[in-house]
């Protein structure tokens, strides 16, 4: 079996690596960070630490590469669909509010952020999106708003155009509807370290981020987005994602993944 390059990197390496990359690496736990950094030494054939350092010195676009690999973006329309729906019927039941704001947290390419503009214009609402992640590159690509054909899977012909275009021909992208554009702003932001704005928000979106934080971090960041929230705000995480004492950041549970925020008693 061949050495895992990433055991190379000690604890002096990742303070370098992190502040070359520009990433809290600090505040990730190190052994799913540790995971995707040997997979990515291994497909560019880095034997050792020493020679990734020397490369992401010496070529800003490996920095830029390196930086998109290890943050999450593990993202598409209508992720987890049963907890999509049951978003839905949530929203329908609550007292009208017509225009929503909605931060999607860690939005890499936008879909989630669009998917949850599908559901609040389906009942009959509307939405203000921030979005906002740490990787310029998936910055970029929700500004552009191109989506190929694989990315749409579980999204209905009928829904596809209501927030998008269909394709021109000889192009194979799906774009953003420009009334949806309209009402989306997208910026770079650290969940760990940058000031978080203001809100209120109707519905923050953070999905499937948290589980990569380690405990104390993932404590702050909870505190701080369900501080953001408005009366009877919507926090939205990962199927996977469960707060063990919601209670303590002023939420409550709704459904899986879902919750609620509560006046003090």
Do not use: K
Not at 84 to 98: D, G, I, K, S, Y
Not at 232 to 239: E, H, K, Q, V
Request: with cysteine; hydrophobic share 50%.
């Amino acid at each position: 079996m061949h050495p895992d390059p990433a055991a190379s990197v000690d604890a002096a390496a990742w303070d370098i690596l992190g502040a070359r990359l520009g990433l809290p690496l600090d505040a990730y736990r190190r052994d799913q960070l540790a995971r995707r950094l040997s997979a990515y030494m291994r497909l560019h054939g880095y034997a050792d630490a020493a020679a990734l350092l020397a490369a992401l010195a010496a070529r800003p676009e490996e920095v830029e590469r390196l930086r998109s690999h290890l943050t999450i973006h593990v993202t598409e329309f209508l992720r987890d669909p049963a907890y999509w729906e049951r978003l839905a019927a949530v929203v329908a039941a609550m007292p009208a509010r017509p225009l929503w704001r909605v931060w999607s947290a860690a939005a890499a390419n936008g879909a989630e952020a669009l998917t949850a503009a599908l559901v609040l214009e389906e009942a009959g609402l509307s939405a203000r999106l921030l979005l906002t992640d740490i990787d310029p590159v998936m910055l970029e690509a929700a500004r552009q708003g191109e989506y190929r054909e694989s990315e749409l899977r579980h999204l209905s012909p009928d829904r596809r155009r209501r927030i998008l275009e269909p394709p021109a021909p000889r192009a194979p992208v799906w774009r953003v509807r420009p009334e949806v554009a309209a009402r989306m702003v997208v910026r770079r932001l650290d969940l760990l370290h940058d000031p978080y704005p203001p809100g209120p928000f109707d519905l923050i979106l953070c999905r499937n981020v948290l589980i990569y934080f380690r405990a104390p971090d993932r404590e702050r960041v909870l505190g701080r987005l369900a501080s953001r929230l408005g009366p009877d705000g919507l926090l939205f995480l990962g199927a996977t994602e469960l707060i063990g004492r919601p209670e303590a950041h002023g939420l409550e549970w709704v459904a899986p993944a879902l919750y609620r925020a509560r006046p003090p008693a």
